[in-house]
């Protein structure tokens, strides 16, 4: 049985500093690209990062070019994201979702994480 779990979600002052877990079990992690979403209420759900099977690619979306960090480590199939200089502009559910490809260019998802709140206060 395919699990996508996030966790590290929670609230946090504006210019402060979050990191999120994403531990998956029932498929090979290693064998996947895999990338953090986020979707805040009334829009879209947006890509902020990925990360190739290798790690030797990764990509950020321009709101989160700067300030977050992916990585991930295939030996304890585990993805991260470090959130820093957080503003009230980055509340939403964050989700983990494992990739199609083991590259990140035009990857579809394959397996959805269920997501972790992230809530930024003034």
């Known amino acids: 049985q395919v699990q996508v779990t996030e966790s590290g979600g929670g609230l946090v002052t504006t210019g402060g500093s979050l990191s999120l877990s994403c531990r998956v079990r029932?498929?090979?992690?290693?064998?996947?690209?895999m990338a953090w979403f986020r979707q805040a209420p009334g829009k879209e759900r947006e890509r902020i990062s990925c990360?190739?099977?290798?790690?030797?690619?990764?990509q950020y979306s321009d709101s989160a070019k700067g300030r977050f960090t992916t990585s991930r480590d295939n030996a304890k199939k585990v993805l991260y994201l470090q959130m820093n200089n957080l503003t009230s502009e980055d509340t939403a559910m964050y989700y983990c979702?494992?990739?199609?490809?083991?590259?990140?260019?035009?990857?579809?998802?394959?397996?959805w994480g269920q997501g972790t709140q992230v809530t930024v206060s003034s």
């Open positions: 979702a494992a990739l199609k490809y083991r590259y990140c260019q035009d990857s579809p998802v394959k397996h």
């Open positions: 029932g498929f090979t992690f290693d064998n996947y690209a």
């Open positions: 990360i190739s099977l290798s790690s030797a690619e990764i």
